[in-house]
């Protein structure tokens, strides 16, 4: 139910993993890519920061504290980073895709040459938060190695993440029509009909409200989520 947001949005809180630090020292998440789908962050509680990386602007350090918003465009390399207990509310367009595949961890140039190798690395969360865990840790030594060349090399730095993006852009094909179907569903349809309000000049009011039940938890790329998309009549 997902595409029954106002406009077509995902929503999920998310607890940004600091179970324990990783290799790095950080409590943090996998270092990921969207490839179509912005996506948003407004602070809960706790303070935390999101890291976030492009070729044309290279890498910068956003602080999340309770009432920040930070908006990121597709394209951008970003990471969740939890100080004090950080969640926030994860805003992102097409219905939540990123979490139907349009996303990509950053595991680097080794396990992406493999697929086999990097399908294994991200089905680690399939056991569990220990899994998602070692996702994470496995992610954060490939970023130390990108943080490197931000360090030493910009131009290798700018070259590395074109070419992430690229790996990611050329697997989507297979997952096209699914994408697609869930952008009909939701953003598309929720514009539609706003268009066709606008033609009649008039609102018919919904015959149901719609209640939030319990949110599911699962393991994310960033930490423990709780996605907004299970409601009920109410």
């Not at 607890?15 to 969207?34: F, K, L």
């Not at 970023?143 to 090399?153: F, N, V």
Request: hydrophobic share 40%; with cysteine.
């Amino acid at each position: 139910m997902t595409h029954a947001l106002i406009g077509g949005i995902g929503l999920t809180v998310l607890d940004v993993y600091d179970q324990r630090p990783g290799p790095d020292g950080m409590q943090a998440g996998c270092a990921h890519i969207h490839a179509i789908t912005d996506e948003a962050y407004f602070g809960l509680s706790g303070s935390g920061a999101i890291e976030l990386h492009d070729p044309e602007r290279g890498y910068r350090r956003v602080a999340i504290e309770p009432g920040s918003f930070v908006q990121f465009s597709a394209g951008t390399l970003h990471r969740s980073i939890s100080v004090d207990h950080c969640r926030v509310l994860a805003i992102m367009g097409n219905s939540g895709l990123p979490e139907r595949g349009d996303a990509r961890i950053y595991f680097g140039p080794e396990i992406d040459a493999e697929p086999a190798r990097y399908e294994e690395a991200r089905a680690l969360v399939s056991t569990g938060l220990e899994g998602g865990l070692k996702r994470r840790d496995l992610s954060a030594v490939a970023y130390a190695g990108l943080m490197r060349l931000w360090e030493t090399d910009r131009p290798a730095y700018a070259r590395e993440l074109e070419r992430f993006l690229a790996v990611h852009r050329g697997t989507l094909a297979s997952r096209t029509a699914t994408m697609a179907e869930a952008i009909e569903r939701g953003p598309l349809r929720q514009a539609t009909t706003a268009f066709r309000r606008l033609a009649a000049a008039t609102v018919t009011p919904q015959a149901e409200h719609w209640a939030l039940a319990d949110a599911r938890v699962s393991y994310g790329m960033c930490g423990v989520l709780r996605q907004i998309d299970d409601f009920r009549p109410g």
